[in-house]
């Protein structure tokens, strides 16, 4: 069963870090575009960054900068470190999984395979 489980999420000040992780269980996950995306209340959810394991990362451009995507492919595990962070920073996170394996620009997987979400994880910047 292909299952992928954040953790990472908190409580934290303006201006502190939290790093997020998600480990994708079921298949190897190497060639797999990941991503992760945000999502506030009331709002649409939107990319925030996203990872292919032969290519360079893309990031929304609110987070450029501060944000840095990373992947573990030996543990099936990606990253997100959250720097500088701002209370419109302020959302549940979300990791997915492509298999079509192609990026998009602004912090996106282009849908081409098939797609896989996880439970998500609340991150909370206070001002």
């Known amino acids: 069963q292909v299952q992928l489980v954040e953790s990472g999420g908190g409580s934290v000040q303006a201006g502190g870090s939290l790093r997020l992780s998600c480990t994708f269980y079921?298949?190897?996950?190497?060639?797999?575009?990941m991503a992760w995306f945000r999502q506030a209340p009331g709002k649409e959810r939107e990319g925030v960054a996203a990872?292919?394991?032969?290519?360079?990362?893309t990031y929304a451009d609110s987070v450029k900068g501060r944000f840095t995507i990373s992947r573990d492919n030996v543990k099936n595990t990606l990253y997100l470190q959250m720097n500088s962070l701002k209370p419109e920073d302020t959302a549940m996170y979300f990791c997915?999984?492509?298999?079509?394996?192609?990026?998009?620009?602004?912090?996106?997987?282009?849908?081409?395979?098939?797609?896989?979400w996880g439970q998500g994880t609340q991150v909370t910047v206070s001002s």
């Open positions: 997915a999984a492509d298999s079509g394996g192609v990026l998009g620009s602004g912090g996106v997987c282009k849908t081409l395979g098939r797609g896989y």
């Open positions: 079921g298949v190897a996950y190497s060639y797999y575009c």
């Open positions: 990872s292919i394991s032969d290519g360079s990362p």
